[in-house]
C-alpha cells in the first residue's frame, strides 16, 4: 500500500527546487529549455517527483497556486492551465477534479504538472492540452466549455478546443464523456480508426490497440470511419443510448444493445460481470494491477463468473473467486498472481 508523502517528510532544498520548478513553469517566458530541464530533474530522483507532489497539494490547499493574482472562483482543486490564445470563443482554462488512485487514495500532482507544463513544448499546438493516468488511476476533468471527461486507468487524451470545432484524441486508454450542446462548434473524438461526433450526449470510448468500442449511455453519436480502403466509401453510423459498436482498420461492426451502466461500472470504481468468462475477467483486472494474474490451468477460461466487484480490492475478488467457482489464488515470488483449481 502507498502512502501519501507530506511536505514536512521532505528535505528543505527539494522543497525549495520544486517550488522554483512550479513558479518557473508557470511564467509567460518559459522555454523550451526549461520544460527540458524540468523533465530531466523529474526523472532523475523519485524523490523530485515526491516533493512536486507534496509542494503542489500544499500549493492548492493555501490557494496560492494563483499567485499571478487570477480568480479562482469556480475552479476548487484544479491548477489553471496555460492560454496562449486569449480569444473569448475558446472559454476558460478546464478544471481538474481530484485523482483517483484505486487501492492508494493517492493524488499524484507531478503527471498532471507534465500534462499542463510540458504539452506546449511537445509539438501539439499552443491550445493542445494533454491528460494523461496511470495504471489503476482515474482523473476527472471539466473542459473549458463544461463538458467532463473522466478518464480511466492507464489513459491518454489530448483536447484542442477553437472557436470553430471542439477536438479531441483519445491516443490510449478509456474516457467517459458527457458533452454540452453547441450546434456552433462540434465536439469530435478521435480513437484509433474512428471518429465520433456527439450531438448533444454522453458516450465511452475504449480504446484497445487499434481497436475502438464506443457505447453511449444518452443521446445520439456520429460514428465514421477513418483512412478507408480506396475500394469503398467510409462507413458512418448513428448510435443510440444503450448501444455499443466496435471500430478498427477493416470497419464499423454492426451496433449491438448493452446495459451500458454495468458496462460502465469503472466510473464507479466497480467490474459487474454477468456470465464473464475467467479469461475476460483476468484480462480487465490487469488494465488496474500492476502484477501479473494469469491462469495456470487453460480449461479455466472459459470457467463463467458473474458478480460486482470492487476493482480497488483485488483481495476481495480473488476470495470470492475460491468461493463461487473454485477458482483459487496462489502469489509466486515475484509477486504475480497464478490461478488454478481449488481442491476440492
Given at each position: 500500500?502507498?502512502?501519501?508523502?507530506?511536505?514536512?517528510?521532505?528535505?528543505?532544498?527539494?522543497?525549495?527546487?520544486?517550488c522554483?520548478?512550479?513558479?518557473?513553469?508557470?511564467?509567460?517566458d518559459?522555454s523550451?529549455?526549461?520544460?527540458?530541464?524540468f523533465?530531466l530533474?523529474?526523472a532523475?530522483?523519485?524523490?523530485?517527483r515526491?516533493?512536486?507532489?507534496?509542494m503542489?497539494?500544499?500549493w492548492?490547499?493555501?490557494?496560492?497556486?494563483?499567485?499571478?493574482?487570477?480568480?479562482?472562483?469556480g475552479?476548487?482543486?484544479s491548477?489553471?492551465?496555460?492560454?496562449?490564445?486569449?480569444d473569448?470563443n475558446t472559454?476558460?482554462?478546464?478544471r481538474y477534479?481530484r485523482?483517483r488512485?484505486?487501492?492508494?487514495?493517492l493524488?499524484?500532482a507531478?503527471?498532471?504538472?507534465l500534462a499542463?507544463?510540458?504539452?506546449?513544448?511537445?509539438?501539439?499546438g499552443?491550445?493542445?492540452?494533454?491528460?494523461?493516468?496511470r495504471?489503476?488511476e482515474?482523473?476527472?476533468?471539466?473542459?473549458?466549455?463544461g463538458s467532463?471527461?473522466k478518464?480511466?486507468?492507464?489513459?491518454r487524451?489530448?483536447?484542442?478546443y477553437?472557436?470553430?470545432?471542439?477536438?479531441?484524441?483519445?491516443?490510449?486508454?478509456e474516457?467517459?464523456?458527457?458533452?454540452?450542446?453547441?450546434?456552433?462548434?462540434?465536439f469530435?473524438v478521435?480513437?484509433?480508426?474512428?471518429?465520433?461526433?456527439?450531438?448533444g450526449?454522453?458516450f465511452n470510448?475504449l480504446?484497445?490497440?487499434e481497436?475502438?468500442e464506443?457505447?453511449?449511455?444518452?443521446?445520439?453519436?456520429r460514428?465514421?470511419?477513418l483512412n478507408?480502403?480506396?475500394?469503398r466509401?467510409a462507413?458512418s453510423?448513428?448510435?443510440y443510448?444503450?448501444?455499443?459498436?466496435?471500430?478498427?482498420?477493416?470497419?464499423?461492426s454492426?451496433?449491438?444493445?448493452?446495459?451500458?451502466?454495468?458496462l460502465?461500472a469503472?466510473?464507479d470504481?466497480?467490474l459487474?460481470?454477468?456470465?464473464?468468462?475467467?479469461?475476460a475477467l483476468?484480462?480487465?483486472?490487469?488494465?488496474?494491477?500492476?502484477?501479473?494474474?494469469?491462469?495456470?490451468?487453460?480449461?479455466?477460461?472459459?470457467?463463467?463468473?458473474?458478480g460486482?466487484?470492487q476493482?480497488?480490492?483485488?483481495?476481495?475478488?480473488?476470495?470470492?473467486?475460491?468461493?463461487t467457482v473454485?477458482?483459487?489464488?496462489?502469489?509466486l515470488?515475484?509477486?504475480?498472481?497464478?490461478l488454478?483449481?481449488?481442491p476440492l
Amino acid at each position: 500500500m502507498m502512502s501519501h508523502t507530506t511536505a514536512s517528510e521532505l528535505s528543505g532544498a527539494m522543497q525549495d527546487q520544486a517550488c522554483q520548478w512550479i513558479v518557473r513553469l508557470r511564467a509567460d517566458d518559459v522555454s523550451a529549455a526549461d520544460r527540458e530541464q524540468f523533465a530531466l530533474w523529474l526523472a532523475a530522483n523519485p524523490a523530485h517527483r515526491q516533493a512536486m507532489d507534496a509542494m503542489l497539494a500544499m500549493w492548492e490547499d493555501l490557494e496560492i497556486l494563483n499567485y499571478r493574482g487570477e480568480s479562482r472562483e469556480g475552479r476548487e482543486e484544479s491548477i489553471p492551465a496555460r492560454r496562449s490564445d486569449p480569444d473569448e470563443n475558446t472559454a476558460a482554462p478546464a478544471r481538474y477534479g481530484r485523482r483517483r488512485w484505486l487501492g492508494t487514495g493517492l493524488a499524484l500532482a507531478a503527471s498532471l504538472v507534465l500534462a499542463v507544463l510540458l504539452a506546449p513544448g511537445l509539438g501539439l499546438g499552443p491550445d493542445t492540452q494533454e491528460y494523461r493516468t496511470r495504471l489503476g488511476e482515474q482523473l476527472a476533468v471539466t473542459l473549458p466549455d463544461g463538458s467532463t471527461v473522466k478518464l480511466n486507468t492507464d489513459s491518454r487524451l489530448f483536447v484542442s478546443y477553437s472557436a470553430s470545432e471542439r477536438q479531441l484524441t483519445l491516443a490510449r486508454g478509456e474516457a467517459f464523456f458527457k458533452v454540452q450542446h453547441d450546434t456552433s462548434r462540434p465536439f469530435l473524438v478521435t480513437a484509433g480508426n474512428t471518429e465520433v461526433r456527439a450531438l448533444g450526449t454522453a458516450f465511452n470510448i475504449l480504446l484497445t490497440g487499434e481497436h475502438s468500442e464506443i457505447t453511449v449511455t444518452e443521446g445520439v453519436v456520429r460514428i465514421t470511419e477513418l483512412n478507408a480502403p480506396d475500394a469503398r466509401p467510409a462507413h458512418s453510423e448513428l448510435l443510440y443510448s444503450d448501444q455499443r459498436m466496435r471500430g478498427d482498420k477493416a470497419g464499423l461492426s454492426a451496433a449491438d444493445t448493452v446495459d451500458a451502466e454495468s458496462l460502465l461500472a469503472w466510473r464507479d470504481g466497480k467490474l459487474v460481470a454477468h456470465g464473464m468468462p475467467l479469461g475476460a475477467l483476468v484480462t480487465e483486472l490487469s488494465r488496474y494491477h500492476p502484477n501479473r494474474i494469469f491462469i495456470a490451468e487453460p480449461d479455466l477460461t472459459q470457467t463463467t463468473v458473474s458478480g460486482v466487484f470492487q476493482l480497488e480490492d483485488l483481495d476481495s475478488i480473488l476470495l470470492a473467486l475460491e468461493h463461487t467457482v473454485g477458482v483459487r489464488s496462489v502469489t509466486l515470488d515475484d509477486g504475480s498472481v497464478q490461478l488454478i483449481r481449488a481442491p476440492l
